[in-house]
């Protein structure tokens, strides 16, 4: 999942959806693990997504049962892990109020 400012997502739509270095990095990425990705999903996009100025991504795990928030810092991504009922502190959507569970649930 990618959130993108409307001007930028609008440029996309008539091309593949691949973010370019030239172009602004997204507001927020997030990869959700499964078996096959999970090697890609926490070592490889690190330095990709890095690369590209990422500020924030999230990794949600089902098979661990655990949300980890990634956020760039000097280059680096310092990260923060929540489990069950611990709420998500996201430095881009500080408003929103969710718990690991309630993601990795998908409820409301």
């Keep these: ?8 997502w609008r440029g996309l739509r008539q091309k593949e959806a691949v ?3 030239n172009e602004p990095p997204p507001i927020l990425v997030v990869e959700v693990v499964s078996e096959s ?4 999903d ?9 690369v590209l100025g990422i ?4 990794i949600v795990d089902p098979l661990k049962a655990e949300v980890t928030i990634c956020t760039l810092v000097e280059g680096f991504y310092d990260t923060a892990i929540y489990r069950g009922g611990e709420v998500i502190q996201s ?3 500080a408003e929103l109020a969710v718990t690991a569970e309630q993601l990795l649930m998908g409820e409301e």
Aim: hydrophobic letters at 25%; aromatic letters at 16%; a positive charge.
């Design 37 to 40: 990705t999970k090697t890609t």
């Design 19 to 21: 973010i370019r270095l």
């Design 55 to 58: 500020e924030e991504y999230w």
């Design 91 to 93: 430095p881009t959507f």
């Design 42 to 50: 926490y070592r490889a996009k690190r330095s990709e997504y890095g």
């Design 1 to 8: 999942v990618t959130v993108l400012p409307k001007e930028q």
